[in-house]
């Protein structure tokens, strides 16, 4: 494939409730994005296939555009010609099911916590552990009970079932013991119903693990997932896992093949295909990034952090598909405390379940979209909270549990960007990720970040360039002070000086969100004199810095609410509280 001479370039993004069709092509010696498209998702009844949405999106575009995109037969026209078509095609999903995965092992919280993290990074669900540490907790947990482990294999009927333990060279009989157990479970599975065992333990019992699994079982044996107590090898695994999702879910969707055959390069996950994107990000300018995007069915996290990548996908999660799965993780107290007004439980109930049978609904009333956001605060709140442990030991990371120090940070998602003001979306990232430090705020407003991931892998300066034009919304920079005080104390004291000359000087009280004017494309220097029990991100309280900040629609926000965030204990404060922090915000 020669990129030199890929120019137009046609993004299909298909996801489980819509699909959009974006043509990147050059613009005056630039890349850019010409015309967006977008059709609800056709994956399910009565259509089952996805690819006619993606046959509407860009029939769309060809009429947007005035240039004939598909053929007579309704397949896309490659390459670009006089008459129509396009140089290249790209594709990314997240309509498909998630992996469900039966996770075994030895001591719950070392290998099977690193099958855990390396599972958290696909599109995968853990649907059930069995541990021979006789700490059964977690989701349909069980300690060494055989005839326990049988049922659970039957009831259950994984995916794919995952097993772990013993470092290299190290203990063998509790890891035979673990894979005898789910060999005989397997054993008593109908034939043609036993899922695919991957082995991922200690690298020495490989030949005893195949004899006990027998040929009429499908084992996939890779590299340890941890060789030593000190090391963590996850990458093998989650490489084993995205292929048996590619194979196991996303092939098997309704009118993928078609997708497949048009795309230039393999159809990419849609969280993988984010993750790339936030690489780029943080490579081009060597910072640290974090994305976020909350769907309908899944709420991925990508980050680099001192140049290390992390991906964590939660397709437990989700604010349509997955409403309902998501009351049953998040308790409904935790929801109502970003309220600003008193919601019975019971509202909160009906209208996540109406979200979850009326999917492509949106909220019709100020009330409707502020429980929404509330619990679009919580998941991403989860989500975060499967990366902040591997973040705990990297320079960056100045406070346990809080965020490392992110230069960037990008929220993405129809919660996010649909918002009816800024202010809002600004709002939910603050309070859901609570950033540390100077950050600068972004909004995928048009679903354009996880597309360009794809469109990177056949076009690396297009990719760049539509980024950098068309792709980010600029909200602009939020000073977050880390520290605790009591309402009313002077938290910080910052002067700000214009490009032309003017300055202010202001006194942020503990408990506040300030909002300072800075327009789109401009600059400003920041002084920061925090007080002597706050820090600005440099890794000591009371210490002074400068810092240049770029604007956006909002401006520079002072979030001197303190980190960690705190919550009042009464509801009725909390709900003031709640009300204060979107006037602040301009909502």
């Not at 007579?72 to 099911?97: C, K, L």
């Not at 990371?397 to 809002?424: D, E, M, N, R, T």
């Amino acid at each position: 494939m020669n990129q030199d001479r890929i120019e137009s370039i046609l993004a299909l993004d298909c996801g489980s409730t819509t699909t959009q069709a974006l043509l990147i092509d050059r613009v005056g010696g630039e890349y850019r994005l010409l015309a967006r498209a977008e059709a609800q998702s056709t994956v399910e009844p009565p259509w089952n296939d996805i690819s006619a949405s993606a046959r509407q999106a860009i029939a769309q575009l060809s009429d947007i555009l005035g240039w004939p995109l598909l053929n007579e037969g309704g397949h896309v026209i490659v390459p670009q010609h006089q008459g129509g078509g396009v140089d290249a095609v790209v594709a990314i999903t997240s309509a498909s099911e998630p992996l469900r995965i039966l996770l075994a092992g030895v001591i719950r919280d070392v290998s099977l916590e690193s099958a855990r993290r390396a599972i958290q990074a696909c599109h995968s669900l853990v649907d059930g552990v069995v541990s021979l540490d006789r700490r059964g907790n977690g989701v349909h947990a069980l300690n060494d009970d055989l005839e326990a482990q049988i049922q659970l294999v039957r009831r259950l009927t994984p995916d794919a079932v995952v097993i772990v333990g013993g470092v290299d060279g190290g203990a063998t009989r509790p890891v035979l013991q673990s894979a005898e157990a789910i060999a005989l479970a397997c054993s008593t599975l109908p034939p043609g119903d036993c899922p695919p065992i991957i082995y991922a333990g200690n690298a020495e019992l490989r030949p005893q693990v195949a004899a006990l699994v027998g040929a009429g079982t499908e084992l996939r044996a890779i590299d340890n997932v941890r060789p030593s107590i000190e090391v963590e090898n996850s990458a093998p695994l989650q490489a084993e896992l995205e292929e048996l999702y590619r194979v196991r879910k996303m092939e098997r969707l309704p009118g993928f093949g078609t997708l497949a055959s048009w795309s230039t390069i393999r159809v990419l996950p849609s969280a993988r295909a984010l993750s790339h994107s936030v690489q780029y990000l943080a490579e081009l300018d060597g910072i640290n990034v974090l994305g976020v995007d909350v769907g309908g069915s899944s709420v991925t996290v990508a980050a680099v952090v001192d140049e290390q990548p992390g991906l964590a996908v939660r397709a437990d999660l989700g604010l349509s598909y997955n409403a309902v799965r998501t009351l049953e993780t998040v308790p409904l107290s935790r929801i109502q405390r970003w309220l600003p007004m008193e919601v019975e439980p019971a509202e909160i109930l009906n209208m996540m379940h109406n979200k979850a049978l009326h999917y492509r609904t949106v909220p019709q009333t100020r009330q409707e979209l502020l429980i929404e956001q509330a619990v679009a605060r919580e998941i991403l709140a989860l989500a975060l909270a499967d990366l902040v442990p591997q973040w705990s030991q990297t320079p960056s990371c100045l406070y346990p549990g809080l965020l490392p120090k992110f230069h960037l940070i990008v929220g993405g998602g129809g919660v996010l960007a649909q918002v009816p003001h800024y202010g809002q979306a600004a709002l939910v990232m603050l309070d859901a990720l609570q950033p540390v430090g100077v950050s600068g705020l972004a909004l995928d407003r048009t679903r354009l970040l996880a597309p360009l991931g794809a469109v990177a892998m056949v076009n690396p300066a297009a990719a760049a360039q539509v980024m950098e034009r068309d792709a980010l919304l600029n909200l602009g920079t939020v000073v977050a002070p880390v520290g605790a005080g009591r309402e009313g104390d002077v938290v910080l004291t910052f002067k700000i000086e214009y490009e032309d000359g003017r300055s202010l000087e202001v006194e942020v009280l503990y408990g506040s969100l300030e909002v300072i004017p800075l327009p789109a494309g401009q600059t400003a220097n920041l002084e920061l004199r925090p007080s002597r029990r706050f820090d600005v991100g440099l890794g000591t309280r009371g210490q002074p810095g400068t810092t240049k900040v770029e604007g956006g629609v909002i401006g520079i926000i002072i979030d001197a609410r303190g980190r960690p965030l705190p919550i009042a204990a009464d509801p009725e404060q909390q709900q003031e509280k709640m009300q204060r922090w979107l006037w602040d915000m301009g909502s």
